[in-house]
């Protein structure tokens, strides 16, 4: 029998703040050793689209059904946040 072991999923969703810049997903598996396994990245226009993937992730990639995202500390002009955070541990094999 194959012993299990905790592995984290960790989604990150930056803006760049440049004019026209878009969002950047970028989702990491690591497991209790802090070894990064698999890494992907995509660009969104907007931060729904880029929950969107990342959720579409966590279903793929682990199974668990969504990851909740926490605004950053970064805000612009307009006082909303430029970066969410989400983390989501699991077992697997």
Known sequence: MVKKV???FTANLNKNTEKGGAWLA???ISDAEGNAGLIYQ???SNA???KRWVKSQVQALTPRKS???IAG???DAKGK???FV???TFKSA
């Open 6 to 8: 905790v592995k984290t």
């Open 26 to 28: 970028t989702v990491n």
């Open 42 to 44: 995509s660009a969104w």
């Open 48 to 50: 729904s689209a880029g």
């Open 67 to 69: 990851v909740k995202m």
């Open 73 to 75: 500390e970064g805000k």
């Open 81 to 83: 946040p430029t970066s």
């Open 86 to 88: 989400g983390v989501v």
